[in-house]
Antibody
Framework: DVQLLESGGGLVRPGESLRLTCAAS????????MNWVRQAPGKGLEWVSV????????YDAASVKGRFTISRDNSRRTLYLQMYNVAVEDTAIYYC??????????????WGQGSLVTVSS | QSALTQPPSASGSPGQRLTLSCSGGTSNIGRNSVYWYQQFPGTAPKLLINKNNQRPSGVPDRFSGSKSGTSASLAISGLRSEDETEYYC???????????FGDGTKVTVL
């Protein structure tokens, strides 16, 4: 079975940095594009970033462009989201989502349980 | 304002057929596949409909999706109490180069 386990969330102050990690198992990680999607408290889903299977292509939402970087280490079966200069508006549960193809676009097909990031002074 | 428009709420009685709408534009639904997600409070979303009308393994055939032009629909037939939750549509937007989600429709079973 596909398993996606996010970690790295927590409480951070505005302007600080944080790195989220998504550990994957149960499938050939290097063959699928991966996404990050977030959900602010009481709000709907907001797509954040996507990375192709090989890691050579990425796209980011305008709200995080220049501040967040998606990356992956296929040898470690791990997806990352490096978050710089976080703002209060970045407070959300962050989900990693496995696409069902290698390329982009690849909608999230399987989801992790999420990691809560709280940005507050 | 989201690129995809969903009604905030919908309701129906048990056994009824309920249809949820998702309206977009030429750069998203008009050119790309639509996905539907079901999310219960406190849990991760679950893919309900893949590529406009495909049901992933394990999704009951009471759920069906369709697309026409720049709009899409999710139909729930034989509505059950356990269908009461939030439903989101999503599609890739060629102009924005990102996935866009609708704001979600909260389904209530009367």
């Amino acid at each position: 079975d596909v398993q996606l386990l996010e970690s790295g969330g927590g409480l951070v102050r505005p302007g600080e940095s944080l790195r989220l990690t998504c550990a994957a198992s149960g499938f050939e990680f290097s063959s699928y594009a991966m996404n990050w999607v977030r959900q602010a408290p009481g709000k709907g889903l907001e797509w954040v970033s996507v990375i192709s299977a090989g890691g050579d292509r990425t796209y980011d939402a305008a709200s995080v462009k220049g501040r967040f970087t998606i990356s992956r280490d296929n040898s470690r079966r791990t997806l990352y989201l490096q978050m710089y200069n976080v703002a209060v508006e970045d407070t959300a549960i962050y989900y990693c989502g496995k696409g069902n193809i290698a390329g982009i676009p690849a909608a999230p097909y399987d989801w992790g349980q999420g990691s809560l990031v709280t940005v507050s002074s | 304002q989201s690129a995809l428009t969903q009604p905030p709420s919908a309701s129906g009685s048990p056994g009824q057929r309920l249809t949820l709408s998702c309206s977009g534009g030429t750069s998203n639904i008009g050119r790309n596949s639509v996905y539907w997600y079901q999310q219960f409070p406190g849990t991760a979303p679950k893919l309900l409909i893949n590529k406009n009308n495909q049901r992933p393994s394990g999704v009951p055939d009471r759920f069906s999706g369709s697309k026409s032009g720049t709009s899409a629909s999710l139909a729930i037939s034989g509505l059950r109490s356990e269908d009461e939750t939030e439903y989101y549509c999503a599609a890739w937007d060629d102009s924005l180069r990102l996935f866009v989600f609708g704001d979600g429709t909260k389904v209530t079973v009367l």
